[in-house]
């Protein structure tokens, strides 16, 4: 009779212990995905977003990654359209005006000598002053694949011409510019959006994305042409 009391305690004890471990497990199992949670939260304040690149040269923010390569149609979408918001003017659109906000996506240290380049472009000095009718456009016939110069540093060849409008002369007269160009990588966008943004504010701050910058614009057959701004103009 003692024997079965004690046998009948033991079977009874089992779907205790059973019931205690599954409760444990559970516990352990919440905890482990409240501590992910927590962590994925963490790393979510602690690491800024950064830019994901698409095939076809666009970037879009995404998940942190510290990284200084840049895919080659990134680079070269982002000097076509940089160019081109720099070199084509209005005046409903002002050259002044286009180089006060696109100049954003020029390094800090090159910006004076590239202005002057522009400057020098046209002998009529309609930098400052766009004759009422006149217009101007830069028209981009091919741009290379981009050379790698160092980590986070290309170069590119640009041909192109900036053709000039009036109202007295609608077949335009032709600049040529064919330059080498080149882009550094840098860790934050270095474009921001005013309170009032005009189109041009929005495109600007798009290119920007890309986290790239131009920092050094020199002539076709310059052979010496480097990250060193001063080489940039003569």
């Given at each position: 009779?003692?024997?079965?009391?004690s046998?009948?305690?033991?079977?009874?004890?089992?779907?205790?212990?059973?019931?205690?471990?599954?409760?444990?497990?559970?516990?352990?199992l919440?905890?482990?995905?409240?501590?992910?949670?927590?962590?994925q939260?963490?790393?979510?304040?602690?690491?800024?977003?950064?830019?994901?690149?698409?095939?076809?040269?666009?970037?879009i923010?995404?998940?942190?990654?510290?990284?200084?390569?840049?895919?080659?149609?990134?680079?070269?979408r982002f000097?076509g359209?940089?160019?081109?918001?720099?070199?084509?003017?209005?005046?409903?659109?002002?050259?002044?005006?286009?180089?006060?906000?696109?100049?954003?996506?020029?390094?800090?240290?090159?910006?004076?000598?590239?202005?002057?380049?522009?400057?020098?472009?046209?002998?009529?000095?309609?930098?400052?002053?766009?004759?009422?009718?006149?217009?101007?456009?830069?028209?981009?016939?091919?741009?290379s694949?981009?050379?790698?110069?160092?980590?986070?540093?290309?170069?590119?060849?640009?041909?192109?011409?900036?053709?000039?409008?009036?109202?007295?002369?609608?077949?335009?007269?032709?600049?040529?510019?064919?330059?080498?160009?080149?882009?550094?990588?840098?860790?934050?966008?270095?474009?921001?959006?005013?309170?009032?943004p005009?189109?041009?504010?929005?495109a600007?701050?798009?290119?920007?994305?890309?986290?790239?910058?131009?920092?050094?614009?020199?002539?076709?057959?310059?052979?010496?042409?480097?990250?060193?701004?001063?080489?940039a103009?003569?």
């Open positions: 009779m003692q024997i079965f009391k046998e009948n305690k033991k079977s009874n004890a089992l779907p205790l212990l059973a019931v205690a471990t599954f409760g444990l497990n559970v516990l352990s919440l905890l482990l995905i409240f501590n992910g949670s927590m962590l939260q963490l790393g979510r304040q602690l690491a800024p977003q950064s830019l994901v690149q698409l095939v076809d040269g666009r970037v923010t995404g998940d942190p990654e510290q990284n200084l390569e840049r895919q080659p149609e990134t680079i070269r000097v359209e940089s160019m081109s918001l720099m070199l084509t003017w209005s005046q409903q659109q002002p050259p002044t005006t286009v180089w006060e906000i696109s100049s954003q996506l020029v390094a800090n240290d090159f910006k004076e000598k590239l202005k002057s380049q522009l400057i020098n472009l046209n002998p009529d000095r309609q930098f400052e002053n766009v004759n009422r009718g006149s217009e101007n456009v830069l028209v981009i016939q091919k741009i694949q981009p050379i790698k110069i160092s980590n986070g540093r290309w170069k590119v060849e640009m041909f192109a011409n900036q053709l000039t409008f009036t109202s007295y002369d609608k077949l335009g007269k032709s600049i040529s510019f064919n330059k080498q160009i080149l882009i550094k990588a840098i860790n934050e966008p270095a474009t921001s959006l005013p309170n009032a005009l189109p041009l504010h929005f600007v701050y798009r290119l920007g994305e890309a986290r790239l910058e131009i920092s050094n614009v020199c002539e076709i057959q310059d052979k010496n042409c480097s990250g060193n701004s001063n080489q103009l003569p």
